[in-house]
């Protein structure tokens, strides 16, 4: 299966972060970004993270939050 996330799509997710202004769950984020689906800001946040522009972080009850 292939997954393809459009870049202005992807750059939504940055700046929604940054307008919320804290950590977000990594599931949460969907709803900040309705344009992207669930598997396309898990995409988005690996891509984003390895370009620095967000940072993932994993919680001792093994949840992903996101931040910008």
Same mark, same amino acid.
């Given at each position: %299966?292939? +997954? !393809?996330? #459009? #870049?202005?799509?992807?750059?939504? %997710?940055?700046?929604? *972060?940054?307008? /919320?202004?804290?950590?977000?769950?990594?599931?949460?984020?969907?709803? /900040?970004?309705?344009? *992207? !689906?669930?598997?396309?800001? +898990?995409?988005?946040?690996?891509? /984003? !993270?390895?370009?620095?522009? $967000?940072? *993932? %972080? /994993?919680?001792?009850? #093994?949840?992903?939050? $996101? !931040?910008?």
């Amino acid at each position: %299966m292939s +997954f !393809t996330t #459009h #870049h202005i799509q992807i750059d939504q %997710m940055p700046s929604a *972060l940054q307008q /919320l202004g804290t950590w977000c769950r990594e599931e949460e984020v969907a709803g /900040l970004c309705p344009d *992207l !689906t669930e598997d396309q800001v +898990f995409l988005a946040s690996g891509s /984003l !993270t390895r370009s620095s522009r $967000v940072c *993932l %972080m /994993l919680d001792i009850n #093994h949840r992903y939050w $996101v !931040t910008a």
